[in-house]
Each structure stands twice: as structure tokens, then as C-alpha cells.
Nanobody
Framework: QVQLVESGGGLVQAGDSLRLSCTASGGTFSRMSMAWFRQSPGKSREFVANIMWTGEYTYYADSVKGRFTISRDNAKATVYLQMDSLKPEDTAVYYC?????????????????????WGQGTQVTVSS
């Protein structure tokens, strides 16, 4: 029903910035809470950021607070992740996820099981 496509990943140096985009098709984007997760080889998927469907609230993992900013453009059905002051430990595949609120999925905004749809991921590599 909903398809998510991420873009904007790449290879950058520590201290650089990168802006990820995730465009949704299908469903009603303005009703979806959106989130970014990331996963590095050998590590479990971890929460990065979330923006509620109203846009009123945002949430960030402690590791990215002050460096990453999540935002959305409902007219473009797109959620962004602005990443500044990138560190090598930010290297991961970044995934966007959507909570449509149409499926009674349990979990908090920090848990992957809450989200109904996932993108294919985009690689972010930060060299030192």
C-alpha cells in the first residue's frame, strides 16, 4: 500500500553534512508519523529520529541530538534527515519508516515494530 524510497546517502568525511530524503507513495502522508532508523554491520537496528504526523513533536536518539534534524514536507510527501557534524560512528544503512496509524501495531516511537512500512535503505559512510 505504502512505498518508501530513500535517497541522499553517500560517502563523506567526518564533520561533513548530508541530507537524506524519503518520499512516500500511497496512503495519506500527512497522516503518517515518520521515522529514521539505521543499522550497521554486526549491530541491531537502532532508532534515529521520529516526527509525529502533526509535525508537532520530534524525537531523537541521544547519539544524534544536536546534530541531526528531522523534518517533513507534506506537499512533497517527503521526510528529511539533515545530518550535520557527521562522525564515523554514524556509518550505517539508514531506513525510513512509516506509521500509518491504520494498523494497531504496538510499540513506542522508538521501536521498529511500531512502524508499518519501511524503505529499502540508503548507505551513509563517514570516513575519519
Amino acid at each position: 500500500q505504502v512505498q518508501l524510497v530513500e535517497s541522499g546517502g553517500g560517502l563523506v568525511q567526518a564533520g561533513d553534512s548530508l541530507r537524506l530524503s524519503c518520499t512516500a507513495s500511497g496512503g495519506t502522508f500527512s497522516r503518517m508519523s515518520m521515522a529514521w532508523f539505521r543499522q550497521s554491520p554486526g549491530k541491531s537496528r537502532e532508532f534515529v529520529a521520529n516526527i509525529m504526523w502533526t509535525g508537532e513533536y520530534t524525537y531523537y536518539a541521544d547519539s544524534v541530538k544536536g546534530r541531526f534534524t528531522i523534518s517533513r514536507d507534506n506537499a512533497k510527501a517527503t521526510v528529511y534527515l539533515q545530518m550535520d557534524s557527521l562522525k564515523p560512528e554514524d556509518t550505517a544503512v539508514y531506513y525510513c519508516a512509516a506509521d500509518t496509524h491504520e494498523i494497531g501495531a504496538p510499540g513506542t516511537v522508538f521501536e521498529g515494530k511500531r512502524y508499518d512500512y519501511w524503505g529499502q535503505g540508503t548507505q551513509v559512510t563517514v570516513s575519519s
